[in-house]
Every structure is written in C-alpha cells, then in structure tokens.
C-alpha cells in the first residue's frame, strides 16, 4: 500500500482510523479526521494558517522523526510541501 496523506495538512494516515469522513460518513482517504469531517472541512483557513497550526505539533513530530526541525525549518518545509497537496493547489 502506497502511503497515503491528509490533503489539507499533510499528516501521514497510516490506518483507517485517521481518514476523515464523507457526507455520508463513510471514510474519506484524502483527508485526516482532524481535517474533514462530515462532507466539510472542520476549519476555513488559509494556507499559512494551516501551517501555524501545524507547527503546534512539531515538538511531537520531531519525537518520531529522522531529522529533527526548528520551528524555521518545519515553516519552510511546509511552504514548500503544502502547494502540492489537494486543499492548497493552484488551480
């Protein structure tokens, strides 16, 4: 199985348990849970916002992580990332 990320902020779902869910709840695989949820995303962001966010996490992403990021490092590495995802993509 390819592995697969959430769409919106890239977060690895590694198991059903994670996917997010359609209108009529059944599972969404291009999307986590915290993302999506019942046929919507759970917030209207922008980007940018999304990576704030995002940062929050870093701390426990760093735990698990080859490289460890600074807080400048994991930025720039979503800016860069975030474009090619579903939810962010220019159109």
């Known amino acids: ?16 348990e994670y996917f997010g869910t359609n209108a009529d709840q059944t599972p969404n695989e291009e999307y986590c849970t915290y993302c999506f949820k019942d046929g919507a995303y759970t917030s209207d962001c922008t980007m940018d916002e999304m990576i704030d966010h995002c940062l ?5 992403f760093n735990k698990d992580a080859d490289k460890v990021y600074t807080k400048e490092e994991a930025r720039e590495s ?3 990332y975030f474009p ?3 939810r962010w993509a220019k159109a």
């Open 78 to 80: 979503m800016r860069q």
């Open 1 to 16: 199985m390819d592995q697969k990320f959430c769409q919106s902020c890239g977060m690895p779902l590694n198991s059903s």
């Open 56 to 60: 929050v996490y870093l701390d426990e």
């Open 84 to 86: 090619t995802l579903k």
